[in-house]
Every structure is written in structure tokens, then in C-alpha cells.
């Protein structure tokens, strides 16, 4: 079945430096990302729907300048998460979806903890 | 907008007990209903799905049906096992467009005791 990679699964960094979060399809194209943000004992909120080859689509709330979306290729997404803070820490995870299908694949997720 | 309202937890079970966690919708549409399980420290893995109205889905012993007429989606396991142990999420997609994002419920936690 469809598999989506995503590294790292844990980061630690220094507020105010810069963290880089990569997701992959690997064994199909995902045109369209989807990346969301868990909190501790609460849901999965959507940040940005990423496209390949255009500018991602940020949700209400959601600082683009803060959160940078990249989607170069048909198989990577990448998230950076720039001039972190302790409140950027959070669990992060993509997904992604094949064109005509209503499976959704999603990573395992990243642990971030901004010291 | 799209939303799903699903039940407060934490739920906490005695093994081989009966389980439900229910879990509403507000779509526009005609939207496919999935549930998402997350087992500590893990991402999240599918664990049924139903794409229209008197869908079934079921695995692993869970089963969900989707109602129309209650815009429903609970889910359903006859006898529970400590493993079950995990977050629960209700989602809904409308279309199946690549660029259509799952919408989550806030997610119902179930501890199951031996």
C-alpha cells in the first residue's frame, strides 16, 4: 500500500534557530500534502495543503512566514518550522492522498521540542 | 463548514466490555467517513472507512455505519482488549479530490484495564 516517509521522528532545537521537517511518498506521487499540528490530548488541525510546484495553501490562523511549506518534487514535502519558539512545540504529521482515491496516507509524525 | 463532533472522552473499559464512541457530522455534501486510530507515541493508521449512506465499515472487530438520516458515523466493538488501548479519531473528507484535507474530531481516548 501507499507509504509516506517522514523525518525526523524526534527534534530538539534552541529557540529562535530553524528546524526542517521532510515528507515523502514512496511508492506513488502525491501532487497535494496536507500538513497538521497535534497538541497534547487534543485533534489533528490542519495548517497548510501543500501543492507540488505552487504555493501552499495555509489555514486561517496560521502564520506562512512562520511555517514554510516547500513542495519541489512529486514525492517531497518539506515544513520549516523558522525562528522557533516553546510554543512551536507540538507533534507534527503530513499526509498525503493519491488523485481519485479516498485513502489518505500519513507520516509518523515529528516531535518537536523548542528549548 | 465541514465538522465533526465526536464524544468526550477519556473511556475507560474493563476488558471484553462493549464499546461505543459516538461521533456526529455537518457536511455540505455527500462526504466519506473514516475513522483514524493513534496508539501512544505513533502516528495515525486508518481503521475503517465508508464512502456513502448504509456503509459499513468494519476491522479488527470494529465496525461503523454511516447514517445519513442522523449524520452519524459511531463506532462500534463488541469486546475490547487491553491493545485497543488508544486515540480514537472520527474524520470526514468531501470529495475525492487530491487537495480535499481531512477534517479530524477532537479525538476520544479509550483505556482498556484487564
Known amino acids: 500500500g501507499a507509504v509516506v516517509s517522514q523525518h525526523p521522528s524526534r527534534v530538539i532545537c534552541k529557540s529562535g534557530t530553524s528546524v526542517k521537517i521532510e515528507c515523502r511518498s514512496l511508492?506513488?506521487?502525491?501532487?497535494?500534502m496536507f500538513w497538521y499540528r497535534q497538541f497534547p490530548k487534543q485533534s489533528l488541525m490542519l495548517m497548510a495543503t501543500?501543492?507540488?510546484?505552487?504555493?501552499?495553501?495555509?489555514e486561517q490562523g496560521v502564520e506562512k512566514d512562520k511555517f514554510l511549506i516547500n513542495h519541489a518534487s512529486l514525492t517531497l514535502s518539506t515544513l520549516t518550522v523558522t525562528s522557533a519558539h516553546p510554543e512551536d512545540s507540538s507533534f507534527y504529521i503530513c499526509?498525503?492522498?493519491?488523485?481519485?482515491?479516498?485513502?489518505?496516507?500519513f507520516g509518523s509524525g515529528t516531535r518537536l521540542t523548542v528549548v | 463548514g465541514n465538522s465533526v463532533t465526536q464524544m468526550e472522552g477519556p473511556v475507560t473499559l474493563s476488558e471484553e466490555a462493549f464499546l461505543t464512541i459516538n461521533c456526529t457530522y455537518t457536511?455540505?455534501?455527500?462526504?466519506?467517513l473514516f475513522w483514524y486510530v493513534q496508539y501512544p507515541g505513533e502516528g495515525l493508521q486508518l481503521l475503517l472507512k465508508?464512502?456513502?449512506?448504509?456503509d459499513k465499515g468494519s476491522n479488527k472487530g470494529f465496525e461503523a455505519t454511516y447514517r445519513k438520516e442522523t449524520t452519524s458515523f459511531h463506532l462500534e466493538k463488541g469486546s475490547v482488549q487491553v491493545s485497543d488501548s488508544a486515540v480514537y479519531f472520527c474524520?470526514?473528507?468531501?470529495?475525492?479530490?487530491?487537495?480535499?484535507?481531512?477534517?479530524f474530531g477532537k479525538g476520544t481516548t479509550l483505556s482498556v484495564s484487564s
Open positions: 499526509s498525503a492522498r493519491e488523485g481519485g482515491s479516498d485513502g489518505y496516507t
Open positions: 511508492d506513488f506521487q502525491a501532487t497535494t
Open positions: 501543500s501543492n507540488e510546484g505552487s504555493k501552499a495553501t495555509y
Open positions: 457536511a455540505t455534501g455527500y462526504p466519506s
Open positions: 465508508a464512502t456513502k449512506a448504509d
Open positions: 474524520a470526514l473528507s468531501e470529495g475525492n479530490q487530491a487537495g480535499t484535507a481531512l477534517i
